[in-house]
């Protein structure tokens, strides 16, 4: 075959037009097959693409486009659900609809039980006998999480992984009154030597750095020299001489660490005239 490129002449084309006999016909063996294949030098290209089938011939769009839709509409007949003759779901009855209410308001009031008595509960200081930390009409939250963990219904810690460390704000209850929620600060923790004399604390026959305490009287009651037992904790108020703690309780001045509830993380309420400055206020 002759290939002619613009500008340049193929040496192979110059030496076929100087032998040129005139005929018209040319044998040229094609390999495939064994086989020799005539080809006629001015319709070659177009014998040799009719006889392998090949046509230059452009598709019709429409044509296959309609030949396609013709085959994806049965297909999409199958695949398609019958929708327009299915059963409608009765509409839920009167009866239904208060039984779902109820299950739901059941299951919000236990989630809220549980995490009242093992995460987190909100308390509303009642006295003043923690002025000037906390203040009549102050809301803080609790954490029941900070010592242990504790389950509805049970008085003491399920499983115990800390202890009350000197300065924590607590809340707890006391045997003679298991159902009055009381709140005071640590101060002496388990083998402390606790001494308090008029406005001194004194911890391990060292002064105690008490910037939170207020004294009003000078100091009403004084306490000890006693050393606080295993498992147990003295507890102050911090406005000293309008509050009762364990340097008035008749039975024991000690508390036992399991009547512990949690301790007080923050303020997030307060109707004390300086609420402004109180809320989300982190207790310390």
Do not use: C
Not at 3 to 27: F, M, Q, V, W, Y
Not at 251 to 278: C, E, H, T
């Amino acid at each position: 075959m002759t290939t002619e490129r613009p500008g340049s002449i193929d040496s192979d084309s110059a030496e076929l037009a100087d032998h040129k006999d005139g005929s018209e016909n040319t044998n040229a063996n094609i390999p495939g097959n064994g086989k020799s294949l005539s080809i006629d030098s001015k319709n070659s290209a177009e014998d040799l693409g009719s006889q392998n089938g090949l046509h230059d011939e452009a598709i019709d769009p429409i044509t296959a486009t309609t030949e396609l839709e013709a085959y994806v509409e049965p297909l999409e007949a199958v695949l398609t659900p019958e929708v327009e003759n299915a059963p409608t779901p009765p509409p839920p009855t009167a009866k239904q609809e208060v039984i779902s209410f109820l299950k739901t308001v059941a299951l919000f009031l236990v989630l809220a039980f549980f995490l009242r008595a093992s995460v987190v509960e909100a308390f509303k200081i009642p006295s003043a006998s923690m002025v000037p930390t906390l203040r009549i009409g102050d809301h803080i939250l609790v954490s029941k999480l900070s010592y242990g963990l504790r389950l509805p219904l049970l008085s003491g810690f399920l499983y115990q992984y800390g202890e009350p460390v000197r300065g924590d704000i607590v809340v707890f209850t006391r045997d003679e009154d298991p159902s009055t929620n009381i709140i005071k600060r640590v101060v002496g923790i388990p083998g402390d030597l606790i001494e308090v004399r008029n406005t001194k604390v004194l911890i391990n026959n060292q002064m105690s750095y008490e910037p939170y305490a207020r004294y009003e009287l000078n100091g009403i009651k004084n306490f000890g020299p006693e050393r606080v037992p295993a498992g147990h904790i003295f507890m102050l108020g911090d406005n000293r001489d309008h509050s009762r703690d364990s340097r008035f309780w008749d039975d024991s001045p000690w508390l036992s660490i399991q009547n512990v509830k949690g301790r007080a993380m923050i303020i997030y309420w307060s109707w004390d005239p300086s609420w402004r400055d109180r809320l989300g206020k982190i207790l310390r």
